[in-house]
């Protein structure tokens, strides 16, 4: 209710820095002309988070041997391709004002489903298909019942990830490894980039998945209207935008990046296993958030995402280069540079109250 | 009577407490003994004190983060802080000479209840002073709250044998559960303070808008100090029962999900995730579905691990029933009828 209330006034106090009344960057000295790009909501966040990142990658380098390498890059994109896409789905449902909690679970049900189906004989062309279109009516579902229904979306999405992940347990309750010589060959495939260097096929179709979700959200219809209904849904029903078939369809997406993300999940494990992925849906949210989508809708990137995961991909490698955490000092290490991180980001784009 | 009937299905409480029946029933029918309640050895037993007893730590938690919600926050770091407090008891219990005496078991209790504050006053400044979203400052604990556990425990599981300690989760008093009473406390106190004060409406003025209520003279900011702060103490005190119960402290299992418990049982007692609005009253009923459907799957012979599918049913299931929408066509339908009915008392 009080969403409905502040939403309309916001997009007006973010247009006028580029109204005509005050004078663009260009107008002024460089030096404001940087403060006006950190300090708008629409750029700021996702500005400190590329300089943050680039910043964490060269103390990396200076402190560690070898860290300085573009596979060391690439390593980033092939270990979290799954997150990527994961965080591309997220980052169209909190635009819209929403959250997925289930998207862990349903990476965690599609390895299951892959796992248990390829046992059985099924072809992987007819699995991947399947997989791709039961997590998407499981995004239709969790849309209706949000939408239809007003459920919040935290408690449906939580709801969904109770079921995907009770499923997950009813198909086994062990691991289920894969043997099928395409996802075998897809799991150990690298397309070199020439200097040594290399990819796998996961980030090839993640970075496809980004750019579609880029093209999508800022040059279509459907995206204009995603970015609407997070700034203010009530004007956006106003204007006659689509906002009811909109709503339903971000979970849709969401639905069919999980999935996704889940097939590509288990080219890297190549095995289901009902307890994987477990608090991976805070890891995307935490990336949408950290690539500067406000958790209220409205403002934000799906390439801000993308950032975000690259940004938890390097913590991760530091910890691995820094070789000597045990599992615990790893966890609070986590979560002290994830805390050092919102607070730069914080302090950096605060000034704009 | 159709007035009275509308009435009631309108109260917001009503598809929680059909729910429960529902559960109740098919408890009944699977197993004929679930309400008897027996006295042996001076203790009550029965299916219905075990459904309080082990549904007593998600219900302390949940009066912490109805309060939180309140004020349209959130706080996913209470299943990590209920480890920490265990941890921290159960070391300080099998660090000391003594650990069967009480003095003992105090000091460990004071001594993780003093920690949660602690650890509630860094939420608090996180939400209050930094201003960042509560899911966002509250998972950082959240993942950094079971490292801090493990590194209590060394990465152990740390065992205590200590009958003073063990009865907290599953000693008795005066015949009753001590983990009941606790949670009775809890509830009653928080039920008192909010509701007898004007605190209560503090915290939901805050939720509705932090910033109009500070304007209107509300110290917001201390306020939601308090709540963080109150919903880590739950947190620690839910801990120290989970622990006690088993006699062990595990930095990894103590509480896991247990946040997920509890803000299903606020919402499913019909507190809005929005903030402003709470009932108490109706995060007690949500903490009892749950508990009872837990216990209902074990008691129809369900396999335990489909324990979740259940709750993603049942979730869905008063959901949909609470729904607006719902409602709207529940009253469409009830107008129909009474038309149906005008029409047939007119032609007889």
């Known amino acids: ?353 | 009577m159709s007035a009275l009937l509308a009435r009631l299905v309108a109260h917001r409480l009503f598809w929680p407490i059909v729910m429960l029946l529902v559960l109740f029933a098919i408890n009944l029918v699977a197993f004929p003994g679930f309400f008897t309640v027996t006295v042996r050895e001076g203790h009550l037993f029965g299916s219905l004190i075990d459904i309080l007893r082990n549904g007593a730590p998600t219900l302390i938690i949940a009066v912490g983060m109805t309060l939180v919600i309140a004020t349209r926050g959130i706080d996913l770091s209470v299943g990590a802080v209920a480890a920490i407090s265990g941890a921290v008891a159960c070391s300080i219990i099998l660090g000391s000479p003594e650990p069967a005496s009480p003095a003992t078991v105090a000091v460990a209790v004071a001594v993780a209840l003093l920690i949660s504050l602690v650890l509630g006053v860094w939420n608090g400044f996180l939400v209050a002073v930094l201003g960042i979203q509560p899911i966002i400052a509250t998972l950082i604990l959240m993942t950094a709250g079971r490292g801090v556990a493990m590194l209590i425990t060394e990465g152990q599981i740390i065992t205590v044998n200590s009958p003073p300690f063990k009865a907290l989760g599953s000693g008795f008093w005066f015949g009753i559960p001590i983990a009941v009473i606790i949670a009775a406390v809890v509830f009653g106190a928080a039920a008192l303070i909010t509701r007898r004060t004007a605190l209560g409406m503090f915290i939901e003025s805050v939720g509705i808008n932090p910033e109009a209520s500070r304007q209107a003279g509300v110290r917001a900011r201390g306020l939601l100090f308090a709540v963080y702060t109150f919903c880590a103490f739950c947190a620690a005190i839910a801990g120290l029962i989970l622990t006690a119960n088993t006699a062990a402290a595990d930095a990894n299992n103590t509480g896991l999900f247990i946040e997920l418990d509890a803000i299903l049982a606020v919402v499913i007692g019909g507190t809005s995730l929005a903030g402003g609005r709470y009932s108490l009253l109706g995060t007690l009923v949500g903490a009892l579905v749950i508990q009872t459907l837990v216990t209902t799957v074990y008691t129809v012979g369900i396999p335990p691990i489909a324990t979740m599918v259940f709750k993603a049913a049942v979730v869905t299931v008063v959901c949909l029933l609470q729904s607006p929408t719902t409602a709207e066509a529940l009253s469409g339908f009830r107008r129909r009828l009474a038309v149906r009915a005008g029409k047939g008392a007119a032609v007889s």
Request: proline share 4%; with cysteine.
């Open chain 1, 1 to 353: 209710m009080t969403k409905l209330l502040d939403a309309p006034a916001r997009p007006g106090r973010a247009k006028r820095p580029a109204g005509p009344g005050q004078p663009g960057p260009s107008g002024r000295s460089l030096g404001s002309g940087i403060r006006a790009l950190l300090t708008s909501p629409k750029y700021g966040p996702v500005t400190v988070t590329a300089v943050l990142f680039l910043a964490i990658f060269v103390i990396g380098g200076v402190r560690y041997r070898g860290f300085f390498s573009g596979q060391v890059f690439l390593n980033l994109l092939v270990d979290n391709a799954y997150l990527i896409v994961l965080a591309v789905g997220m980052t169209f449902v909190i635009l819209t004002g929403g959250i997925d909690l289930s998207v862990g679970a349903v990476v965690a049900l599609s390895g299951m489903i892959a796992a248990s189906l390829l046992q059985t004989g099924w072809s992987p062309w007819t699995v991947i298909p399947l997989i791709l279109v039961l997590t998407s009516v499981l995004g239709l579902l969790v849309g209706l019942m949000i939408h239809v229904f007003k459920v919040q979306p935290f408690i449906a999405t939580l709801a969904a990830m109770f079921l995907a992940r009770g499923l997950c347990y009813v198909i086994s309750q062990s691991s289920i490894s894969i043997t099928d010589e395409t996802f075998v060959q897809l799991a150990v495939a690298r397309i070199p980039l020439g200097g040594g260097m290399s990819i796998t096929p996961s980030v090839i179709i993640a970075l496809v998945v980004v750019a579609i979700a880029v093209w999508v959200l800022h040059a279509t219809r459907f995206g204009r209207t995603v970015y609407a209904i997070g700034g203010g849904e009530q004007s956006g029903l106003l204007m006659g935008l689509p906002v009811a078939r909109t709503k339903v369809l971000v979970y849709v997406v969401s639905g069919f990046c999980s999935g996704l993300a889940g097939v590509l999940f288990t080219f890297y494990t190549l095995s289901g296993y009902p307890l994987t992925a477990i608090g991976t849906e805070l890891d995307a949210i935490a990336a949408v958030v950290i690539g500067g989508t406000l958790l209220t809708g409205g403002y934000g990137f799906v390439l801000g995402s993308v950032l975000g995961v690259l940004v938890l991909g390097v913590i991760q490698t530091i910890i691995t280069f820094e070789g000597t955490l045990s599992s615990w000092w790893t966890k609070i290490f986590i979560g002290a540079l994830l805390l050092v991180f919102i607070i730069l980001q914080r302090v950096l784009t605060a000034r704009r109250r």
